[in-house]
T-cell receptor, first 112, second 111 residues
């Protein structure tokens, strides 16, 4: 009963490096999204997808890219890491955008 | 722009107490509202989802109410237990593809 799976759990990057956070769900959900969580600020939407091949920007998309080649996978790419991207990243999915949201366990990213 | 606020940011209560967590939103044109629980170092778990046409939802010791006209929701926890200690977040969806989250209330239930 995997649900939403994120990898890696922890990552330290140097400024300017690139990396990909992986997200997979096994619930056949059409809607997937990426959030970042910073202290005192709640969760902010980075990018979302309403189905394979369809993605769009959220509230804080700068510095991040996404793609959705399959229903199951929704990776988040950091193009050139900056210290301001130090955060906890959560992947989420739901049947449609307005339904119950299921979250992954989070990925802790530190950019030095 | 929809904004979601949760006050207080932190709350400490003795075990057994009934308590209420508050959530307010600026735009009453919402599609639904969800309450989530987040344990330290973990992801969020959905507790209750209230559709805009509903006034409340119940699950076990939890009861969530919704008053769209005043832009408020409350999460009532009955007979609190130490295991209820966590951060509780509310989130609203306005019918589109974006869900807006509050910053959460960190609850500590003392044994």
């Amino acid at each position: 009963n995997a649900g939403v799976t994120q990898t890696p759990k922890f990552q330290v990057l140097k400024t300017g490096q690139s990396m990909t956070l992986q997200c997979a769900q096994d619930m056949n959900h059409e809607y997937m999204s990426w959030y970042r969580q910073d202290p005192g600020m709640g969760l902010r939407l980075i990018h979302y997808s309403v189905g394979a091949g369809i993605t769009d920007q959220g509230e804080v998309p700068n510095g991040y890219n996404v793609s959705r080649s399959t229903t199951e996978d929704f990776p988040l790419r950091l193009l050139s890491a900056a210290p301001s991207q130090t955060s906890v990243y959560f992947c989420a999915s739901s049947v449609i955008a307005q339904n119950t949201i299921y979250f992954g366990e989070g990925s802790w990213l530190t950019v030095v | 722009k929809q904004e979601v606020t949760q006050i207080p940011a932190a709350l400490s209560v003795p075990e057994g107490e009934n308590l209420v967590l508050n959530c307010s939103f600026t735009d009453s044109a919402i599609y639904n509202l969800q309450w989530f629980r987040q344990d330290p170092g973990k992801g969020l778990t959905s507790l209750l989802l209230i559709q805009s046409s509903q006034r409340e939802q119940t699950s076990g010791r939890l009861n969530a109410s919704l008053d769209k006209s005043s832009g408020r929701s409350t999460l009532y926890i009955a007979a609190s237990q130490p295991g209820d200690s966590a951060t509780y977040l509310c989130a609203v969806n306005t019918g589109g593809f974006k869900t807006i989250f509050g910053a959460g209330t960190r609850l500590f239930v003392k044994a």
